[in-house]
C-alpha cells in the first residue's frame, strides 16, 4: 500500500467516523474509531476499533477493543498487541483492495458479525 | 503513591550521547535528543528515541555562558520532531562528580526554549539536561501543564543500568558499596528496596526466580499469571504442593504467601491476567525489570515489544526437551537445553537474534500442522518431565541477572547463556545487535502512540 493510499483512506475515516483520531507507530498508521456499530443481534451494539494500515501489506489490519456476542455467542477470536495496547483480532477474509473506500472495509469487516 | 518523571536513554544512543556532549570544542557541546512518552500508573516516561548532534554551522557566537543556536536551526529541528510525532530534550554536560545543576543562564534559556517547544508540539514532552559524571539535573516539561519540573530521574543502559540520581548515602557507605556490592548494606537494601520487578509466568521457572527476588529484598514483585495450580507443575517446581492442587490455588496466591514467608518487606502484586491483557500492559509499564518465565513464542514477543517500547530491561528464560525424533512419542531425549536470555534497551532483542521471528510465530500459531504435532509431542513430553532442578538453574541464573543489573557488581553481562542439562554446563553464545532488526528500529522507545 503506497503512502498516498494510506493518506487517502485516513481522510476517509477521519471523515467519516466522528472522533478519529491517528498515530503513527513505526512505519504504521493507526486509525482510531471510537465507536463503530455492530449489525443487529450484536451485544453490545457497538466498540472500539482500530485500522492499521502497514505499507508492507496490501490490506489494512482490523482490531475491536470489544468482540461481541451474536445471537448469544462470541466468535473466535485472539488477542493482539498494536502499539502497547491489547486488541481483539478475529479471521475474516474480506475481499477488499485499495480501489474500494475505507467505510468498505470497516462496514465489511463487521458484517463478520452479521 | 508517589507521580515522578523518568528519562531512559537505550545503550546505542548513550554512548554517543555520552561521548557528544563531552566532546571537547571552541563551545560548550550540545546535544539534542528526541522523545516519545508513556504513563505509567505512578510516572511519566521519557524515551530517548533519536540523537542528534548539531552541525558546527548552527552554532552563533554568544557573549553569556554556554551556546547559543540559530533560530533557524530551532526551526528544523521542531519540523523534524513534528513530522516524527516526537519531543526534544537538549543535553549538555558539566564535569564533576557533584550533583550537578544548571546555571541561570542554561535555566532562562530553556525556560523560553520549552515553551516554544510546547506552542508548536504540545503533544509530547520537552527538556533541557544537564549531565553530569554521575548525576544529572535539569528541567522538563510534560504535556497538558505548563509547569516546568526539576525533578526527574534519569536511567541510561550500556553493559549494566545506571540510574540518577544515585541514592542519598553518606561517602562511608557509598564507599562501602562501590567496593564490596552484595554486602549488605544501607545502598545495596536500598537500590534493591527500590525496585521493582515484573515475573511473568508462574510455573517451573517464574516460582523459583520469584522465591530468589524475595530473598533479594526487591521492593516490589509483580507476579502474573492467569492459572490455578495443576499435577503438572509439581514435577516443574518445589515452590508448589498438593494440597495447592486440592485447593486449586492460584499461581499468584501460592508465590504471594511464599514471598511473605521469605521476606514479609517484599510488596507482592498479584495479576491473575494473560499477556497481553490490559492488567498485565499496566503492571509491566511500571516495573524496572521484566523476567519472563513464558512458554510460547507469542508471549516472549509481547514481552519483548513491551519491554521495548518502555525501555525495560527484559530477562527471558526458557527449557526445551527435544527428542530426537519428533515425530516418536517413545523417542530417546537429544537435548535439554535451557536459554537465559538478557535484553537491555538499545542493546540485542530476541528479534535481532532469529530467536523470534515472524515464521516461527506463525508455525506456533498452528500454521504447520506437522509443527503442532511436533508441538503436542514435546508439550506432553514436557508436563510429565521431572524438570525443576533444571529451571531452578535457569531461575537462579536469571535472578543472578537481576541482581547484577541492579547492583553493578561485574562490569559485564552475558546477553544469551545456554544451559545444556545432560551435561551440566552452561556457556554463554554471543549475540551481537542487528543494525536493520526492523523491531528495534519500529518499537524501541516508542511509547505510547500519539493520538491527533
Same mark, same amino acid.
Given at each position: ?114 | ?43 511519566? /516516561? ?48 558539566? +564535569? ?31 527538556? +533541557? ?37 544515585? /541514592? ?53 514483585? *509483580? ?109 530417546? *531425549? ?107 528500529? +519500529? ?10
Amino acid at each position: 500500500m503506497t503512502t498516498d493510499i494510506i493518506e487517502r483512506l485516513t481522510t476517509e475515516l477521519k471523515d467519516n467516523y466522528e472522533g478519529a483520531v491517528t498515530a503513527k507507530d513505526g512505519g504504521v498508521t493507526l486509525v482510531l474509531l471510537p465507536e463503530v456499530h455492530f449489525p443487529p443481534g450484536c451485544e453490545p451494539a457497538s466498540a472500539a476499533a482500530l485500522v492499521a494500515f502497514d505499507p508492507s501489506k496490501a490490506k489494512p489490519d482490523f482490531y475491536l477493543k470489544v468482540i461481541p456476542a451474536v445471537r448469544g455467542t462470541q466468535p473466535q477470536h485472539g488477542n493482539a498487541l498494536v502499539a502497547g495496547e491489547n486488541w481483539y483480532t478475529f479471521s475474516y477474509n474480506l475481499g477488499w483492495t485499495e480501489e474500494h473506500t475505507a467505510d468498505q472495509f470497516v462496514g465489511g469487516m463487521l458484517r463478520r458479525f452479521a | 503513591m508517589t507521580t515522578g518523571i523518568e528519562v531512559r536513554i537505550p545503550g546505542h544512543l548513550w554512548g554517543r550521547l555520552w561521548e557528544e556532549v563531552r566532546r571537547p570544542g571552541p563551545r560548550e557541546p550540545v546535544v539534542f535528543g528526541l522523545v516519545s512518552h508513556a504513563q505509567t500508573l505512578n510516572r511519566t /516516561l521519557l524515551l530517548v528515541r533519536d540523537v542528534i548532534v548539531p552541525p558546527t554551522t548552527a552554532f552563533v557566537e554568544s557573549k553569556a555562558h554556554g551556546a547559543k543556536w540559530t533560530g533557524a536551526y530551532n526551526i528544523s529541528l521542531l519540523n523534524e520532531a513534528l513530522e516524527r510525532g516526537l519531543g526534544i530534550l537538549i543535553f549538555h554536560y558539566h +564535569s564533576g562528580t557533584a550533583q550537578v545543576r544548571m546555571s541561570e543562564d542554561d535555566k532562562t534559556s530553556a525556560r523560553q526554549l520549552l515553551s516554544a517547544f510546547q506552542m508548536v508540539a504540545p503533544g509530547r514532552p520537552h527538556g +533541557s539536561v544537564v549531565l553530569g559524571d554521575c548525576s544529572a539535573g535539569g528541567l522538563i516539561l510534560v504535556p497538558g501543564t505548563s509547569r516546568i519540573s526539576k525533578n526527574f530521574r534519569l536511567r541510561f543502559f550500556s553493559d549494566e543500568m545506571t540510574t540518577f540520581p544515585i /541514592l542519598a548515602a553518606n561517602a562511608a557507605d557509598l564507599l562501602s558499596h562501590q567496593s564490596q556490592p552484595l554486602l549488605e548494606g544501607k545502598v545495596t537494601r536500598s537500590k534493591l528496596a527500590n525496585l521493582v520487578v515484573a515475573v511473568v509466568g508462574l510455573s517451573g521457572g517464574g516460582t523459583q526466580v520469584a522465591r530468589h527476588l524475595a530473598c533479594q529484598g526487591v521492593g516490589e514483585l *509483580i507476579g502474573i499469571d492467569a492459572q490455578r495450580v495443576t499435577r503438572d507443575n509439581l514435577l516443574a517446581t518445589g515452590e508448589f504442593g498438593w494440597l495447592d492442587i486440592l485447593l486449586r490455588r492460584r499461581k499468584t496466591s501460592v508465590v504471594r504467601s511464599q514471598v511473605w514467608w521469605i521476606n514479609r518487606h517484599v510488596r507482592f502484586t498479584a495479576v491473575n491476567a494473560f499477556v497481553p491483557e490490559p492488567p498485565t500492559i499496566a503492571a509491566l509499564k511500571r516495573a524496572d525489570l521484566i523476567v519472563g518465565c513464558v512458554n510460547n513464542l507469542n508471549a516472549r514477543a509481547d514481552l519483548q515489544e513491551i519491554a521495548w517500547r518502555y525501555c525495560i530491561p527484559y530477562v527471558d528464560v526458557g527449557l526445551g526437551l527435544y527428542p530426537l525424533n519428533p515425530n516418536d512419542e517413545l523417542s530417546e *531425549i537429544g537435548a535439554i537445553s535451557g536459554n537465559l536470555f538478557v535484553a537491555l534497551p538499545g542493546g540485542a532483542c530476541l528479534w535481532c537474534t532469529g530467536f523470534l521471528s515472524d515464521e516461527k510465530i506463525q508455525l506456533e500459531a498452528g500454521g504447520d500442522r506437522s509443527y503442532l504435532r511436533t508441538k503436542l509431542a514435546r508439550s506432553r513430553q514436557n508436563s510429565a518431565a521431572y524438570v525443576a532442578s533444571f529451571n531452578g538453574v535457569l531461575a537462579s541464573l536469571a535472578a543472578s541477572d537481576v541482581l547484577q543489573l541492579s547492583l553493578d557488581y561485574a562490569s559485564t553481562i552475558a546477553v544469551r547463556k545456554q544451559f545444556d542439562a545432560l551435561s551440566g554446563a552452561v556457556s554463554e553464545v554471543v549475540v551481537k545487535k542487528n543494525p536493520h532488526c526492523p523491531k528495534c528500529s +519500529s518499537v524501541l522507545a516508542a511509547g505510547d502512540p500519539l493520538w491527533q
